[in-house]
């Protein structure tokens, strides 16, 4: 009893701070249920209210060369104009673009974009302003890599090249994430007074509270239908009260709450690939050029590796951790076009138990397996401030002590955290619409072993190369699915193992019921941005 009533105290606390809050930025008070003259209103005036994290607000502004659009949460960027999109099933469309298409090397990609569209301030965009986004982009960016592009070079008003410094077959997939900038209006500080050619001008911004869209009278394409948005940023406790509240429309929200109800809301859930799963260290112990601790005597077995991916229950996981809001996990791109199924596995235990046997992994007398003086156990960080991945380690540790194997816990920051992870398993959260997260993950670096966990196949590494010298996408999604498993190696249950996927997250909103959300595609990592991508598409309905 005394738990939750501190919990209710939390949230009546976070109810008059979002109160204020709202107040503050002008929101004004509507009625939580029924068509009530506010909600009128609003369909009227066509305007939203979504309530995000407070790390969703952009710090450096809206500049796609300061990561507005990629980096973690990588989402359309609403301001500016794309030349492609991606599509509900995550191939590829066009926005600026009408034509695109790479040489028979891969070296120069060729992309014709439309002659009528303008910036907000009336001038033309052309293909000039593309090239000088890409190569200011490429010079000034610490979020995006473009090491791929050698330069951007506008051939005439409406055809642009990009010159590849290598061939880069998903390059289609960074397209559809840079907002084209007006050579003519750029500055020092655009990122806080963007001109752009999208669905949505800049109105206001009020640092570390609100950011207000209005819609772009002048913009190309569909219709926009929600004519002005506004994004609220509130820690997740607020956020649910706001809603309680009525003063906000939709707010992200966590499956802790799901058991939760809201007079006049609904609970909306949208699949994603943002996905929860820990590295295990592929190489023994030792220490790497700089003297920091790599590897770890027990997860380099790959017999360990693979005992461990079938012995975990990801479906128990996901009712008693995620309440029911998520699907399996078992790579870090389920769904995705480029996935390869035999990454998938059933869950089972005894069987599990017989390859950690037959491997020399005995039971000791405390239950916990030994093997040539080595203990059966590994140290397993999740992020201190992420109560998500802090129960999915425990939970991960009570099921491993069934096989035999100890683990044990402990909650670190990211300022140590990647270090410690060459040698120690991590809860990690990855998902994105391209496949550059496989490579980021798999591929080998300049000192021999792959990034983030010590891991290395210098067959992966060819299929991975050479997805990305492909001509065409399709080649190279094939040439994805070989690097995670060709029939003989490669990176899943049967191959090396190296990562051990658990959940993909659904992603949940509280939604006014007379509040119609436009059909959302894959969400990635990140419960941010990616709601809105559609926001412009989004209608009010009577009850």
């Known amino acids: 009893m005394k738990r939750r009533s501190v919990r209710y105290l939390s949230l009546l606390t976070a109810l008059c701070c979002s109160i204020m809050f709202l107040s503050a930025c002008g929101g004004g008070a509507k009625a939580p249920q029924g068509d009530t003259p506010e909600q009128t209103e609003q369909a009227e005036e066509a305007s939203v209210i979504v309530a995000m994290g407070p790390n969703s607000e952009p710090e450096a502004g809206f500049d796609p060369a300061c990561g507005w659009g990629a980096g973690e949460h990588v989402h359309e960027p609403l301001i500016q104009s794309t030349l492609t999109v991606t599509n509900p099933d995550l191939s590829i469309g066009y926005d600026l673009a009408v034509d695109m298409k790479a040489s028979e090397d891969g070296m120069t990609w060729t992309v014709t974009i439309r002659d009528d569209v303008k910036f907000t301030d009336g001038e033309p965009l052309k293909a000039s302003d593309v090239a000088f986004t890409y190569n200011t982009v490429k010079e000034s960016s610490s979020v995006n890599d473009f090491t791929m592009l050698e330069e951007a070079v506008a051939v005439d008003d409406t055809t642009v090249e990009f010159h590849m410094a290598q061939a880069y077959s998903i390059w289609p997939y960074t397209m559809a994430i840079v907002g084209i900038v007006p050579e003519h209006a750029y500055g020092p500080d655009y990122g806080r007074n963007p001109i752009g050619s999208g669905r949505y001008l800049l109105k206001q911004w009020d640092k570390g509270q609100q950011i207000i869209f209005e819609a772009n009278p002048d913009y190309y394409g569909e219709e926009i239908k929600m004519k002005k948005v506004t994004i609220v940023f509130m820690e997740e406790d607020a956020a649910f009260a706001a809603a309680k509240a009525g003063q906000v429309d939709l707010a992200y929200t ?290």
């Open 254 to 543: 966590a499956s802790a709450y799901s058991d939760q109800t809201i007079d006049g809301y609904e609970l909306l859930a949208f699949e994603t690939v943002d996905n929860r799963g820990f590295n295990l260290p592929a190489v023994p112990a030792g220490r790497g050029k700089d003297g920091a601790a790599i590897g770890n005597d027990f997860t380099s077995d790959r017999e360990v590796r693979r005992a461990v991916n079938i012995g975990l229950d990801r479906q128990e996981m996901l009712e008693n951790v995620v309440n029911g809001y998520g699907t399996p996990a078992y790579s870090v791109c389920d769904k995705m076009p480029w996935y390869n199924p035999s990454a998938e596995v059933t869950y089972d235990p005894e069987a599990a138990k017989a390859i950690l046997k037959e491997a020399g992994w005995v039971e000791g007398s405390d239950g916990i397996r030994e093997k040539n003086g080595v203990r059966a156990a590994f140290h397993l960080l999740y992020p201190a401030s992420d109560s998500l991945r802090q129960a999915l380690a425990a939970d991960t540790q009570n099921q491993l002590r069934e096989l035999g194997i100890e683990v044990t816990i402990e909650g670190v920051g990211w300022d140590t955290a990647y270090d410690r992870a060459q040698a120690e398993p991590l809860m990690w959260g990855w998902g994105a619409h391209s496949p550059m997260e496989l490579y980021n993950i798999y591929h080998t670096l300049d000192q021999g072993l792959a990034g983030y966990s010590p891991y290395t196949n210098e067959t992966v590494d060819q299929y991975m190369d050479e997805a990305l010298a492909a001509s065409d996408l399709d080649t190279s999604y094939e040439l994805w699915q070989k690097a995670q498993w060709d029939g003989i190696t490669g990176i899943t249950q049967e191959g090396d193992i190296p990562w051990i996927w658990l959940v993909n997250i659904d992603h949940l909103y509280w939604s006014r019921s007379s509040l119609k959300v436009a059909e959302q595609k894959l969400h990635p990592h990140g419960h941010g941005w990616s709601i809105v991508n559609n926001v412009d598409q989004w209608t009010w309905q009577e009850l």
